[in-house]
């Protein structure tokens, strides 16, 4: 099972919106609305943003949004703020009832 | 509130094996699905695998399969990871991570197993 593909990074000034990509297959993005985003702080463990395509968890700002179109997700975070630099990772169920990750962006905040 | 704690940092040669706990609070380990998630030094989230409640079985990696099994120990609410053949390349942190199977809302605090002869 191959690796999603993710920019490996993007940035965006404050207050601005950015988009992360999410590029899989019809064997995992393209086929079940099990795509998670999660974000990792340095030194941190990852936390969950975004389930099922555009869910948030409770907790997680409206700044943060999910969305599919065919094989490939997005995260999108509008209103950028500093705290918001980190790496992002998407996260999907396969076919083979397995999870595969995307190789991470990195995000600045300019 | 679901709370996961790791046991700590481990060093080992290659070829030796590692076995990695994760210790469940606030649920008992019946009710979760736990899987596990490693992460080398500057690099991606990378799924092992974990338990697939729809047919009650752990599935792994096709990667991992033959050189990792999980386990369960389900009276001290405890799951475990145990690596065998381990190389340079499994120089990472291991991370235990529980939700509903397909997206994990909880996480351990991270293991770091380091391989060096």
């Known amino acids: 099972q191959s690796a999603l593909t993710q920019p490996a990074s993007v940035s965006g000034s404050p207050g601005q919106s950015i988009t992360i990509s999410c590029t899989g297959t019809s064997s995992d993005v393209g086929g079940y609305n099990y795509v998670s985003w999660y974000q990792q702080h340095p030194g941190k463990a990852p936390k969950l943003m975004i389930y099922e395509v555009s869910n948030r968890p409770s907790g997680v700002p409206d700044r943060f949004s999910g969305s599919k179109s065919g094989n490939t997700a997005s995260l999108t975070i509008s209103g950028l703020q500093a705290e918001d630099e980190a790496d992002y990772y998407c996260s999907s169920y396969t076919s083979s009832s397995t999870v595969v990750f995307g190789g991470g962006t990195k995000l600045t905040v300019l | 509130q679901v709370q996961l704690v790791q046991s700590g940092a481990e060093v080992k040669k290659p070829g030796a094996s590692v076995k990695v706990s994760c210790k469940v609070s606030?649920?008992?380990?019946?009710?979760?699905?736990m899987h596990w998630v490693r992460q080398a030094p500057g690099k991606g989230l990378e799924w092992m695998g974990g338990f697939d409640p729809e047919d009650g079985e752990t599935i792994y990696a096709q990667k991992f399969q033959g050189r990792v099994t999980m386990t369960e120990d389900t009276s001290t609410d405890t799951a475990y990871m145990e690596l065998s053949s381990l190389r340079s390349e499994d120089t990472a942190v291991y991370y235990c991570a529980t939700g509903n199977g397909v997206q994990f809302d909880y996480w351990g605090q991270g293991t770091l197993v380091t391989v060096s002869s």
């Open positions: 606030g649920y008992t380990l019946t009710e979760l699905s």
